[in-house]
């Protein structure tokens, strides 16, 4: 294995992680709050190198991009993250037995984490804060789309370490390239855990070869159903909110699914969407009504590959549906099971949704941009695990531990 010493080193540097002190870490997350600030200029230069190889097109493109606002933005997660208080040694559960061991249940770090992402840097910080806070060593495999941006990010990094006197290895970048991706995948001996995120193709990649366990952070196909007994005022600001806030993340909307009493309400719906040049891919029944009052250029008749996509651009399908039931099941067959929203003034139809409909976060009257770790109060997020062992949702500090337990006898020995 051309990357074994590598390997080697995170998993040394790993061992001594969980043995700094809450207030080291919460100084090195500090520092390279600020030190990030001040550097805004070299990172914003090195992302520039990036983004001039990728087409302004690509939905990537947004991903990939660095603002001296989103800058601030992950200065201010870094910060947030340094004042959560530690997720290690908690204890879980404890007892004494009948023979007078006594047992304990207590948080853990997972050990080495591997990520595997495409063309998002600020990945990199979010990542690195996490795994520090909860005692883990980090190797990054970052694509080639952002590998000056994450060089740049994880010199600075380094520099924040060392100027802690903290070993630099427990976090290290891999190269952008596919070799390196397949050493991590069957570096069993060092890695503990494998998160990628990224498109469908990746995870499916990572899932399908990987002799690592992995955690998945699934791509978002997301859906909002406009019931029967939705609030029209309320419905058209949530849809445009989901839709358009920012369209290359994994929580935005990507297949609106209406009643088809409420078709009436399709051109009220559209007006913000079009404002915004949403292209919209509707079905029959929608397209009948839209006709005439949406943009021609910016509306299309769907066809089947039009549900089920994420598209991580200005774009989005529209489904109609004769009831509650015909959504959930359009929904339940075409989701990740990332985020599912209904819009309805009906707490049966609302209470029924929700527990009927299979997904890590599932919304009754709110958009579903609130998808994210920093929003739900965790400080910032490894990602979104749409599976179910182990994590679910936004995996924050408390989904990158595991347990042990801790016995204490006094000479006990078993017959």
Request: aromatic fraction near 6%; charge should be negative; glycine fraction near 6%.
């Amino acid at each position: 294995m051309a990357l074994q010493q590598v390997f080697e080193s995170v998993k040394q540097a790993s061992r001594k992680l969980n043995l700094l002190s809450e207030d080291k870490v919460e100084k090195v997350l500090q520092d390279l709050a600020k030190k990030a600030v001040e550097a805004t200029d070299i990172i914003l230069a090195e992302n520039q190198k990036d983004l001039q190889r990728m087409d302004a097109d690509d939905p990537k493109f947004d991903r990939l991009k660095l603002t001296r606002e989103r800058v601030e933005s992950i200065a201010a997660d870094i910060r947030n993250v340094a004042s959560l208080p530690s997720p290690l040694g908690k204890v879980l559960s404890e007892r004494k037995l009948e023979n007078g061991l006594e047992l304990k249940k207590v948080s853990v770090p997972l050990g080495v984490i591997g990520v595997i992402y495409e063309a998002r840097p600020n990945v990199t910080f979010d990542v690195f804060c996490l795994c520090l806070r909860s005692g883990n060593a980090l190797l990054l495999k970052g694509g080639s789309d952002a590998k000056d941006s994450n060089t740049a990010i994880v010199k600075l990094i380094h520099e924040v370490l060392e100027s802690n006197g903290v070993d630099n290895n427990i976090v290290q970048l891999l190269p952008p390239d596919r070799v390196a991706t397949h050493e991590m995948l069957h570096a069993v001996d060092y890695v503990d855990i494998i998160i990628p995120r990224g498109s469908q193709g990746l995870i499916n990649y990572v899932r399908e070869n990987s002799k690592v366990p992995v955690i998945e952070t699934g791509a978002g196909i997301v859906h909002t159903y406009f019931d029967e007994f939705a609030d029209l005022d309320k419905g058209k600001e949530i849809i445009v909110n989901a839709k358009t806030r920012r369209v290359s993340v994994c929580n935005a909307l990507d297949c609106l699914v209406i009643n088809k009493n409420r078709l009436n309400d399709l051109a009220e719906i559209g007006k913000g969407l079009a404002q915004k040049e949403v292209d919209v891919y509707a079905d029959a029944p929608a397209y009948e009504v839209l006709k005439g009052n949406y943009p021609d250029e910016k509306l299309h008749k769907a066809t089947e590959e039009h549900f089920g996509t994420e598209f991580l651009s200005l774009k989005m399908s529209v489904k109609t549906v004769a009831g509650l039931d015909e959504a959930i099941e359009h929904i339940n067959k075409y989701s990740s099971q990332h985020s599912e929203a209904i819009i309805s003034e009906n707490e049966a139809n609302v209470e029924h949704f929700l527990k009927a409909v299979d997904a890590a976060a599932v919304y009754a009257n709110a958009s579903t941009a609130f998808t994210d770790g920093a929003q739900f109060g965790l400080g910032a997020e490894i990602g979104i695990s749409t599976q179910k062992l182990h994590a679910r949702g936004p995996m924050a500090l408390d989904e990158l531990t595991s347990y042990k337990w801790i016995v204490k006898g006094n000479g006990q020995v078993r017959v």
